[in-house]
């Protein structure tokens, strides 16, 4: 089955503590990207990645990282994470149009 | 399941009856346009997508409009089902002009009685 999974589905960490969203897709799909979902404010892109090792700023990247070892993978990183990354997070990956939505990240910074 | 928004435009509709959901979009330079529903606690899924050549574009039971004068992207349900009930929102793109960061609409709620 054709499919954008994210890991994990929720997580409550604490400011400052190192975490990684995992994010894998399984439609040999170049292009990658995050997002994250807030009431009222809609989806906003963080990152994107056009391929292998070529990744870009979205509309809000500060406070996230991202790579793009393998085609299949784009992890997001936050390396000291802040209440105000509390947040829905989407991974998405897509072919020329169509783009394919993970399951979302309910992440809470305490 | 997870909220995606609050104080969301609401539309609320009868099975069976026709559903138009609107979407004004910023940028003049954007080419390219896609509907979402998102239903709660899942992530958006893809429903039907025009490029800024066409004016509308038809798919199963969905039809989208786009009025490039004014802005303005329609969505159009067929004979609406319970299960239609979700968040719908527009996203816009400037894919002729590099850009690949498309700008998303804050959605609106759509509720259908049976």
């Known amino acids: 089955e054709a499919q954008v999974t994210q890991n994990p589905r929720y997580l409550i960490t604490v400011t400052g503590k190192k975490l990684t969203v995992t994010c894998s897709q399984n439609?040999?799909?170049?292009?990658m990207s995050w997002y994250r979902q807030d009431p009222g404010l809609g989806l906003r892109q963080i990152y994107y990645?056009?391929?292998?090792?070529?990744?870009d700023k979205g509309d809000v990247p500060e406070g996230y990282k991202v790579s793009r070892k393998e085609k299949r993978n784009f992890p997001l990183i936050l390396e000291s994470p802040s209440p105000n990354q509390t947040s829905l997070y989407f991974c998405?990956?897509?072919?020329?149009?169509?783009?394919?939505f993970g399951p979302g990240t309910r992440l809470t910074v305490l | 399941g997870e909220s995606v928004g609050l104080h969301l435009p609401t539309l609320s509709v009868q099975e069976g009856d026709n559903s138009i959901i609107n979407c004004a979009y910023s940028?003049?330079?954007?080419?390219?346009f896609i509907w979402y529903k998102q239903e709660s606690g899942k992530g958006p899924q893809f429903i039907i997508d025009?490029?800024?050549?066409?004016d509308k574009r038809q798919g199963q039971r969905v039809t989208v409009l786009l009025n490039k004068t004014v802005k303005h992207l329609s969505l159009q349900i067929a004979a609406t089902q319970p299960g239609d009930s979700a968040v719908y929102f527009c996203?816009?793109?400037?894919?002729?002009?590099?850009?690949?960061?498309?700008?998303f609409g804050r959605g609106t709620s759509l509720i259908v009685h049976p």
């Open positions: 990645s056009m391929n292998v090792e070529v990744t």
């Open positions: 996203a816009e793109s400037n894919i002729g002009g590099g850009s690949y960061i498309p700008t």
């Open positions: 940028n003049s330079a954007s080419d390219y």
């Open positions: 439609m040999n799909h170049e292009y």
């Open positions: 025009i490029r800024s050549n066409m």
């Open positions: 998405a990956s897509r072919n020329r149009g169509e783009q394919f």
